[in-house]
């Protein structure tokens, strides 16, 4: 045979030797090396078939113990004593024998291995027996408001959008019964927020679906034991999507888990008293409100404040204090709060409320949606379609074609501006105070009931502008040769700050009333290329009195009165030189394009 020739067919040989060579060694680990690595099951310690009765199990462990029963302080205690026993307390026992049967479940196991360290080499009379003897038969656990799932309402489940936390769990199981206190506590903590459910091994089909695979046997079993938390994330309708929780079995951990790892919620930081003052309370962004939890505990937030945290991420900012006593002279001065747990709201300067006690979901939703913006709306992006201060919307009342207004008063943040505020709330509570019973004609009506029946009507709205983060919006209202002492950044250390009050009246086409408007934000060259007749016109007035409550009030009473009564001119675009100008309580016209410059102001300002 030439030299390539034998090349070749010892290639040959290799290539068919390998699979044959493969197969010989699968062959040995299935007849000598698996039967080694995989303990013997109970069936086969105790010496019966795995569809014995319940008799046949104890006759055949009365025959094993009986030999080392009777001679209990001569004998001593061998690992074949433990597994005996061991193998007996599982398969004796209905539940905990349906549990191993299906998903190889043991709360024996770890118990059996600390056993076997302890006694062997002892006397069997040492032993202690048995080896479980913190289970009972009638295992006692909590009840909780979590769903039972079952086969008939699992498939709901599954089509569910919102997230689900389940916990799998066996009425047999010591664990399970252990665990139950906290399971409550976790959908309570989780109420809002997830929905939470329960399924017992018994149901066969459900826990096969929701266990892992053995990769060797195919058996369905739970990698972490009993309890096993499985969590489907929002929108998940199969069994790839699910997400397993493998860390410590205590509340703060796995409510952490879902909120943090599934649901993506922020974390709200605790923060000392020299951290909350300097980083939240004097931190910028003025248009939130400041949201403080005090805690006792130290506990992390619960998911609903997280959740809350997000939602209204826009609004307020959130923040944590451990309560201790040696600081409650301080939150004493700070907020005038005398306990914890307690929830502070920091609003307008010198606004405030505090709740004391703790609180669920949807009281905590109430509480946000009643504070969530300062007491004196800030005029932003978010808010001016709200307040009706938006060419593109409508006054708070509806879509009427009335003419509306909105009173704003603009300035530099610092102590002036907090003082106009301070003011201008006290002309909105004046204006909520002031009772009218019925409908003030216009026309007659005295000046100081004119501005109350508007924002009875929604017709008026009152608001604060930050000259600084929405300087573009600011010079567009206040354009004049002073106005940087009211708009824009400070140069100097020494400029004068000058808060301003100006007032903006808005007015729909009544011929375009029927007009579809697009509330969606377009750039300016977009509302260029299209009919632009949907928006409301915009007229402005300033207010250059003194800033006392009566006068303002008075101010505004005779603007509306005006603005109600006769046919203003309406501006659509920038005014020429041969259009007549207003009347002189309304001085100055606004382009179409201020929501615009409020737009580009605020996304700067977050």
Request: aromatic residues 10%.
């Amino acid at each position: 045979m030439s030299r390539g020739a034998m090349a070749s067919f010892a290639s040959t040989a290799r290539t068919y030797a390998l699979p044959g060579i493969l197969v010989s060694m699968a062959v040995v680990w299935q007849l000598f090396i698996l039967p080694k690595t995989f303990p013997r099951s109970h069936y086969e310690v105790i010496g019966v078939k795995s569809n014995s009765s319940s008799d046949e199990i104890f006759e055949a462990y009365e025959r094993l113990t009986s030999e080392w029963k009777s001679n209990k302080d001569v004998d001593i205690v061998t690992e074949n004593v433990i597994e005996v026993q061991h193998a007996f307390e599982v398969l004796s026992n209905e539940l905990r024998r349906r549990d191993y049967d299906l998903f190889n479940v043991d709360e024996l196991q770890d118990i059996a291995k600390i056993t076997k360290k302890r006694y062997v080499g002892e006397k069997i009379s040492r032993l202690e027996l048995p080896l479980l003897k913190t289970f009972e038969d009638d295992l006692h656990f909590m009840d909780d408001d979590s769903k039972v799932l079952t086969s008939q309402n699992f498939g709901g489940m599954l089509r569910d959008e919102m997230t689900w936390l389940i916990q799998v769990y066996s009425l047999g199981s010591a664990s399970c019964q252990k665990f139950s206190p906290s399971w409550k506590r976790i959908v309570t903590w989780l109420d809002g927020v997830v929905n939470t459910g329960k399924v017992e091994l018994g149901e066969v089909q459900i826990a096969a679906y929701l266990a892992e695979r053995n990769q060797v046997t195919g058996h369905p079993f739970f990698r972490y034991g009993l309890p096993s938390l499985v969590a489907f994330p929002a929108n998940c309708r199969n069994f790839d999507c699910l997400l397993r929780y493998s860390g410590e079995l205590n509340v703060d951990a796995i409510v952490d888990w879902i909120a943090t790892d599934i649901l993506g919620l922020p974390r709200i930081l605790y923060y000392s008293p020299e951290a909350l003052v300097r980083d939240v309370i004097r931190k910028p962004a003025p248009h939130k409100v400041k949201v403080i939890f005090f805690s006792r505990t130290g506990h992390r937030a619960a998911p609903f404040l997280r959740q809350a945290a997000k939602d209204y991420q826009e609004y307020a900012s959130f923040a944590f204090v451990l309560w201790q006593e040696e600081n409650a002279q301080l939150w004493w001065n700070l907020f005038e709060m005398e306990s914890a747990p307690a929830i502070v709201f920091l609003k307008d300067p010198g606004v405030k409320f505090v709740h004391y006690g703790a609180i669920n979901s949807s009281d905590f939703k109430s509480l946000m949606e009643q504070h969530k913006t300062h007491a004196l709306r800030q005029l932003r992006s978010i808010t001016s379609m709200d307040l009706g201060c938006d060419p593109r919307g409508h006054s708070p009342a509806g879509n009427g074609s009335f003419p509306w207004y909105c009173v704003v008063i603009a300035g530099k943040p610092g102590f002036k501006l907090s003082k106009a505020r301070e003011v201008l709330r006290s002309v909105q509570d004046n204006l909520t105070n002031e009772a009218i019973t019925d409908a003030v004609d216009i026309s007659s009506a005295p000046f100081s009931l004119v501005a109350a029946q508007a924002f009875k009507e929604k017709r008026l709205s009152l608001g604060w502008l930050d000259g600084v983060a929405q300087k573009k919006y600011c010079f567009f209202y206040l354009s004049s040769e002073n106005v940087t002492e009211t708009c824009g950044p400070r140069n100097y250390e020494e400029e004068e700050d000058v808060p301003k009050l100006f007032l903006v009246r808005y007015q729909r086409n009544i011929s375009e009333d029927n007009v579809k408007v697009d509330k969606r934000f377009k750039p300016a060259w977009d509302l260029m290329k299209e009919d632009v007749s949907g928006l409301a016109s915009q007229l402005v007035a300033k207010y250059n009195g003194s800033m006392e409550v009566p006068e303002i009030l008075s101010w505004i009473s005779k603007i509306i009165k005006e603005g109600d009564s006769k046919d203003l001119p309406y501006y659509m675009n920038n005014v020429g030189t041969d259009v007549p100008k207003p009347e002189p309580s309304i001085t100055d016209e606004i382009p179409q394009d201020a929501s615009q410059a409020l737009e580009s102001d605020t996304e700067s300002e977050e």
